[in-house]
């Protein structure tokens, strides 16, 4: 006879003492008494992987996140056993293992603490779907930040705050709300002037704690799934953000056309109406790139199809645009309207790729066709397919780049949004419910929409963007953050979730600028298009219900404040690629917080607006209305006043008065910038030559400019141009040197040289030695020196 039918609660369950432990080359694993495995693996002096389970054994070791092609290695790797902990030593830091109980803490080679386990690890069993509640807590230090998470709409520093981790779609989400579209589960911790990562690579809905809960602990925990993250050790800021760059990978170079200014809404239809509208950005001279169509280009928002009503011949529409600059970029949902006339649903239904519920009937959703099925882009033969689907739209039509939207994935008319967590996935021949493969759905597709892109744009480069991702995403696709609202609030939500996902690795994102939902006033239009140019990606976006939101829809003066701002972002096409070498080449972050930049200065900690957009440029928005001018930081060093060439010394706060059609911009003393001619699109002329822009320092400082065909692989076969500028200023003189790597010949010969600041007049000017003849007027006037671009050395020599 059964006489207690309850189940027994067993709370958190936690690591007992150390009975063991074995060492294979780079991983230690620990054995616990009951039956804990903890494996410590050493990937870089600086990075090292800690995996636990509670069963005794490990589940295959598979990760979307992890960037396989990186090679690792460290320089140092001792175990010694001690009386009551063990110790791992690398060149970097020392891992202290305690024998009674499993918690670990870290330490630079000083014995400082830099990370140390609260609890550490502990597991609640899940009765309801199986496995355990994985969970870690951490010690949080006196004054300690955090950063990272990608695009979280909240204050840049996270301290005080709890997330969580489910791309959801979430519709003119509010500050500070969770969960949104995006699951970037890594963090960067600040204290002592030592900065550490922690990535979770975990894909089941997570959570993390920044002394929210409890003051001085910080936790990360998941529903399912291992614990199992990454330590990285800076100590600065920027080694630590460049270490899980190349950990979860980086981008291919995109098309410069995709630098450039872009023009979106839901939607434009019928053809004439993106005829006018291109045609307006022609007859206003505001510099445009890019046209995207919605849903309602398809025939009943059936994907891969075109309305015979609204675009009878799109191939003739997609060509007639491209010759007047306009690359066309369509949207491609995940949903597939059930329609057994529809031939990519029933060959889908043929193969069996969509999803499937737990008892065996397809996953059956509502979105914008009615009902749909939905592919199983886990399923490596399903991402084949997918991407071979793109043949018409890319090879025959002529499409250039591919938005996938609702990939969350979201599902209309149910209170969860997404599909129910029993649904089953293939993940790789890792076969899963919807519980851990979720978070990875969007990502897996945009993965397949760019193996599509690709083979059918080769040998042009494909450019892919993606509403939903997971940490790895950003080596197929860029993204945009969603939803938005056109609020001064979420103006200030946008600079932050920029700089935030920068650092988180995703460093290809903008902003719907001027807002998706609602309708913005001129001022803040002006305002948020003042800031978007300066993020990676630059399009304006918006929904057709609440009016319209291209630039003339604001009157002469937003007109006028558009084309300003666009037009140099044109100009400065050669920097923006400049930063993206960088970012591809090296996991440099393409936006940089002012903490990133000056981590010493605690002033920076807690600061939001201002952001170094590449490495020489200072930002910072206007973000309220009614303002000409507000307060800023400018960090250390001086800085030029882009608009008055006004030097001012950093580290302080400061006034900075502008006008409406101006926001505070400074230039860092001893930069070189690079900038291209204005022109309506890329490719439309021919630069004659490229203009730098030299801000006089007494000292030294280096500049960079990465150039190649703009398109294309060349670039890969060392067909490329990487140009070191070094200057050196003095009393009365200065020295500008370029070293030149790669292959790639520019088309323009000469390079114009425009002086700022310079302290003495100049009296001769010797180019590799040789003295030159010049008209000190013209100089003077600020019409530039014309060099050839292939000099070694220019001197100026003062009075």
């Known amino acids: ?10 709370g958190d369950l936690f690591p007992s003492k150390i009975i063991s432990y074995e060492q294979q080359v780079d991983s230690i694993d620990f054995l616990t008494d009951n039956n804990v495995i903890m494996r410590v693996t050493v990937l870089r002096d600086s990075m090292i992987r800690f995996r636990f389970t509670a069963k005794g054994y490990f589940s295959n070791d598979f990760s979307y996140a992890i960037d396989k092609s990186q090679s690792h290695g460290y320089n140092l790797l001792e175990v010694t056993d001690e009386k009551d902990h063990y110790r791992i030593k690398t060149a970097k830091v020392y891992v202290v293992v305690q024998k009674h109980d499993l918690r670990v803490g870290i330490y630079d080679l000083n014995n400082e603490p830099i990370l140390e386990d609260e609890i550490g690890f502990h597991w609640e069993e899940c009765y309801e779907f199986g496995g355990n509640i994985v969970k870690m807590s951490k010690t949080s230090r006196d004054g300690e930040s955090f950063y990272g998470l990608g695009d979280k709409a909240s204050h840049l520093n996270l301290k005080g705050r709890r997330f969580e981790n489910w791309a959801t779609d979430q519709y003119a989400f509010q500050k500070d709300q969770e969960p949104l579209y995006k699951v970037v589960p890594f963090y960067i911790g600040l204290h002592s002037n030592k900065a550490y990562g922690i990535f979770f690579d975990n894909t089941f809905r997570s959570y993390f704690d920044f002394s929210n809960e409890r003051k001085g602990v910080t936790s990360f925990w998941a529903d399912g799934g291992e ?42 239809f019928p053809e004439s109406k993106v005829k006018e509208i291109t045609g307006k950005f022609r007859e206003l001279q505001i510099p445009c790139d890019a046209i995207y169509l919605d849903i309602d280009y398809m025939e009943g928002f059936r994907c891969f199809t075109w309305s015979k009503e609204y675009f009878p011949d799109p191939k003739r529409m997609v060509a007639e645009l491209a010759k007047d600059g306009f690359k066309t970029v369509v949207i491609i949902d995940p949903g597939i309207k059930i329609d057994k006339d529809y031939s990519v649903y029933t060959e889908a ?41 793109f043949k018409e739209l890319v090879a025959d039509i002529g499409v250039k780049g591919v938005w996938n939207d609702m990939n969350e994935p979201a599902v209309m008319e149910v209170p969860t949004k997404t599909f129910p967590l029993d649904v089953r996935h293939n993940y790789d021949g890792n076969n899963c419910s919807h519980r851990k493969a979720h978070n990875v759905y969007g990502t897996q597709m945009a993965r397949a929409t760019y193996e599509g892109v690709k083979r059918f744009a080769y040998p042009k480069r ?54 998706f939902a609602e309708q913005p006033s001129a001022e803040l239009y002006a305002r948020w298009i003042q800031l978007g140019v300066f993020h990676p990606f630059c399009r304006t976006h918006s929904s057709g219900h609440h009016g319209e939101q291209e630039p003339w829809s604001f009157g002469e003066e937003v007109i006028d404040i558009t084309r300003k701002f666009v037009e140099i972002r044109y100009q400065l096409l ?68 882009f608009w008055t060439e006004e030097v001012s010394k950093g580290k302080r706060e400061l006034w900075v008065a502008t006008d409406f059609d101006q926001i505070p911009i400074f230039i860092k003393e001893g930069a070189i910038i690079p900038k291209y001619p204005i022109q309506q699109y890329v490719g439309q002329i021919e630069a004659p030559d490229l203009t730098l822009d030299v801000y006089f320092k007494l000292g030294k400082e280096k500049s960079y400019v990465y150039e190649d065909a703009q398109d294309g692989y060349d670039y890969n076969k060392g067909r490329y141009s990487y140009k070191t500028f070094s200057l050196n200023g003095k009393e009365n003189e200065l020295f500008i040197t370029q070293h030149k790597e790669g292959t790639f010949e520019t088309q323009y010969q000469t390079i114009k040289i425009n002086l700022k600041g310079l302290p003495f007049k100049i009296k001769g000017i010797e180019i590799d030695n040789e003295e030159i003849i010049f008209d000190k007027e013209l100089l003077e006037m600020e019409n530039g020196l014309i060099v050839d671009k292939d000099f070694t050395e220019l001197h100026f020599i003062g009075v």
């Open 462 to 515: 494909p450019f892919v963007i993606t509403r939903s991702a997971y940490s790895g995403a950003q080596r197929y696709t860029s993204s945009w953050t969603g939803d938005n609202v056109a609020t001064w609030e979420h103006l200030w939500i946008a600079n932050i979730q920029m700089q935030r996902m920068s650092i988180s690795g995703m460093g290809f994102t903008g902003s719907d600028i001027g807002g």
């Open 349 to 389: 239904l043929e193969k069996d790729y969509f999803c499937k519920r737990a008892d065996g009937p397809y996953m059956k959703g509502k979105v914008w066709p009615g009902d749909c099925n939905f592919p199983d882009y886990t399923n490596p033969e399903v991402r084949e397919w997918w991407a071979g689907l």
């Open 574 to 641: 050669p920097y923006l690629y400049t930063m993206f070498w960088e970012y591809i080449n090296d996991g440099v972050p393409m936006l940089k917080p002012l903490v990133y930049f000056d981590q010493e200065d605690l002033q920076t900690h807690y600061r939001t607006d201002e952001f170094l957009f590449g490495n020489q440029i200072l930002v910072c928005p206007i973000l309220e209305p009614n303002a000409l001018g507000r307060r800023m930081y400018l960090p250390q060093g001086n800085w030029y006043n």
């Open 227 to 268: 614990m199992n993250y990454y330590f990285i050790y800076g100590p600065k800021m920027q080694d630590v953000v460049t270490t899980y760059t190349h950990l979860t990978g980086k981008p291919e170079l995109p098309p410069l056309w995709t630098l450039g200014y872009q023009q979106c809404k839901w939607s434009y």
């Open 1 to 10: 006879m059964i006489i207690n039918t309850e189940l027994e609660y067993k």
